[in-house]
């Protein structure tokens, strides 16, 4: 990117005029703000803040993302339904939708069908249930897909990126369709385009980023290619066409080695990159190999390397000697953020768990990680009797399915392994088991789920456009999130007794005589609650807690436990409040002007926002921050007192001196 990164998208977008009102209207009142470029960068500062809160990140993708860029049903052609039908019945006949393409067999499987059905398969008209399930697939998967790559661009990993970069990745991303394997490049989305969104790769990502710096600083580039490959790829980086980048990085990552024959060897060694290091040295160890990861680039293995260690596992190759890069950690010392595999989706591969758990143990912060190589051990366990087609036990059903906790692997998307596996079963049979209930009392649909009488929802459940529970009858159990963000009032609420995933509860003002389950896997949204009267929450949080509107901690109980971060924005005292001894994420307390009466957890795992305390008086830092503290209006010299105070955190004081 140019150092002007302002310049960059300007010369991208400014003639697009959504985008020149958006900017225009950020840089609103800037003083000495006058040129396009100069604008941008206050566009970009707002677009994070709104991404920061999630809250308002779930309320942008279903707001703006979902309704700009998800297809309607009605916009998906009659066609389509059409092939899927024919895919599955070539599928039952021992063929492959690969084999398809071959007008010979399609004719065949087309007359096999109207043999069988009687029908003439153009006139041929898909049930209506079918054809609902299949346009919620579609809808589903272009979410899900579009979710992925928003998530990872506002992720602790992608700080690497400029957000400029981010910006434009993602804005190009919103316009790629299906890959063409012949031309090597991303069809344009239409309005009609049923696939996904594209397949996210970090590695080829910060193979664009790196492109692109280098192009600016006249460096040359960083990929290894032939002659002929060369100039290819000069006149594509010339063009700055984001589709033709990334579908060429796509490209050269799968070139990329990945010996699976190796992968069952764990014999290796690993190695330090100490923080500060050449970055070159980490980019020369991993060059070569199609790991996934977006260090494989030196713009952010420069990043990476600029604030931690960075431990990798290089595992024998066919002459022993360790080169073959299998994990990745990232550490500062104390903390462990990152614990990276060469798996599909950065998740680790079926072997090497062994090697990170015993790292694990012996590394500072390595605890919080293990119950992951247990679980993926487990995984493992599950998979290869799914491949060998053996029963799975009740537990072993109970864990795949995640009813008693989520499963955690090492990469930023689910491990492939569990939907490879339930999408082969009985979703509704093996949950009948489970819970010793008839297959009736699952429910899979939202109209299954509000019939009454059921045991089990197996999903997420979005009642948002619901003002009222009178008459509401839930899952005893939900096994996702549950969306009330319509309720006003908890009247005639009767929530579930486990929620797998989040609990919103926007636009509840009181909880008063509402029972909650005493665990919620996910986040709990209570934003608009202004008090805590009569409030008893979960004893388990596996998520958010937000409380943005509280403006008081009396009668405030909070849970003993909160994966997530913990958002009370508007208390201006702390005075009744009792914090949990840990929080997994963030600690936002913005709203205080004194620290008399606050005594913080003894672990937070994100940062740290006390931004208005006006005095560091009485203000006792915690033993262990993961990230920043957030001190804006204490003056610089009371900041150095609290650097000298707590050695261990003086990097993590913001504003830095």
Request: proline share 5%; with cysteine; net charge neutral.
């Amino acid at each position: 990117m140019p150092e002007n990164f302002g310049e960059f998208l300007k010369k991208k977008y400014w003639g697009e005029e959504e985008f020149r009102k958006a900017v225009e209207k950020s840089a609103e009142g800037k003083k000495g703000v006058s040129k396009p470029a100069e604008k941008i960068p206050f566009y970009l500062e707002r677009i994070k803040k709104v991404l920061e809160k999630e809250k308002w990140k779930e309320f942008f993708k279903k707001i703006s993302l979902y309704q700009r860029f998800i297809i309607k049903p009605e916009n998906i052609p009659e066609d389509y339904f059409k092939n899927v039908l024919l895919g599955n019945f070539a599928e039952q006949k021992g063929y492959s939708r690969e084999q398809l393409k071959d007008p010979e067999i399609e004719k065949l499987i087309i007359d096999q069908f109207e043999k069988e059905t009687g029908q003439k398969f153009a006139d041929y008209q898909i049930p209506e249930k079918e054809k609902e399930s299949l346009v919620n697939q579609i809808i589903e998967n272009q979410k899900k897909s579009l979710d992925l790559w928003l998530d990872y661009l506002t992720s602790d990993e992608a700080e690497n990126y400029p957000e400029a970069f981010r910006y434009w990745a993602f804005a190009e991303m919103l316009k790629l369709g299906t890959y063409d394997q012949e031309r090597k490049e991303f069809t344009k989305r239409t309005e009609k385009t049923v696939a996904p969104f594209p397949e996210l790769n970090p590695q080829a990502l910060s193979i664009v980023l790196d492109e692109i710096k280098r192009k600016y600083s006249k460096e040359p580039s960083g990929l290894i290619l032939s002659e002929e490959k060369r100039k290819e790829f000069q006149k594509i980086l010339d063009s700055e066409n984001f589709n033709k980048l990334y579908s060429f990085a796509l490209e050269y990552v799968k070139s990329l080695l990945l010996p699976e024959e190796r992968l069952p060897i764990t014999k290796g060694e690993w190695r330090v990159f100490k923080k500060g290091s050449d970055p070159k040295e980490l980019v020369k160890a991993i060059q070569g190999f199609n790991t996934g990861w977006c260090i494989a680039s030196e713009a952010t293995a420069k990043s990476y390397l600029s604030r931690s260690d960075i431990l990798i596992f290089f595992s024998e190759d066919k002459d022993g000697k360790p080169t073959i890069p299998r994990v990745a950690i990232v550490t500062d010392g104390s903390q462990i953020s990152e614990v990276r595999g060469i798996a599909k989706n950065q998740n680790l591969d079926q072997y090497i768990t062994p090697v990170v758990e015993e790292k694990l143990k012996e590394m500072p912060g390595g605890e919080k990680w293990l119950k992951r190589t247990e679980q993926m051990k487990k995984l493992a366990e599950i998979y290869l009797k799914h491949c060998q087609g053996k029963e799975l036990t009740k537990e072993d059903l109970r864990f795949i399915y995640e009813i008693d906790e989520k499963i955690e692997g090492f990469g930023y998307k689910k491990d492939p392994r569990i939907e490879e596996i339930i999408k082969k079963r009985n979703i509704r049979k093996d949950l009948a088991k489970v819970f010793d209930c008839r297959e009736d009392q699952i429910s899979l649909t939202k109209e299954e789920a509000l019939k009454g009488d059921i045991k089990f929802h197996y999903g997420d459940l979005d009642l948002s456009s619901l003002t009222s529970a009178e008459g509401l009858e839930l899952p005893e159990e939900i096994g996702g999130s549950l969306d009330l963000s319509g309720l006003t009032s908890a009247k005639g609420l009767k929530l579930p007794k486990k929620i797998g995933g989040y609990l919103n509860l926007y636009s509840l003002t009181s909880a008063e005589g509402l029972e909650f389950p005493e665990e919620i896997g996910g986040s709990l949204y209570l934003n608009s609650l202004t008090s805590a009267k009569g409030l008893k929450l979960p004893k388990k949080i596996g998520g958010y807690l937000n409380l943005n509107s509280l403006t008081s901690a009396e009668g405030l109980e909070l849970p003993e436990e909160i994966g997530g971060s913990l958002y009370l924005r508007s208390l201006t005292s702390a005075e009744g409040l009792k914090l949990p001894e840990k929080i997994g994420g963030d600690l936002f307390l913005d709203g205080l002007t004194s620290a008399k009466g606050l005594k913080l957890p003894e672990k937070i795992g994100g940062s740290l926002y006390l931004r208005g305390l006006t005095s560091a008086e009485g203000l006792e830092l915690p033993e262990e921050i993961g990230r920043n503290v957030y001190l804006d209006s204490l003056t610089s010299a009371e900041r150095n007192e609290l650097r000298k105070k707590y050695p261990h955190l003086a990097e993590k004081i913001y504003p830095k001196p």
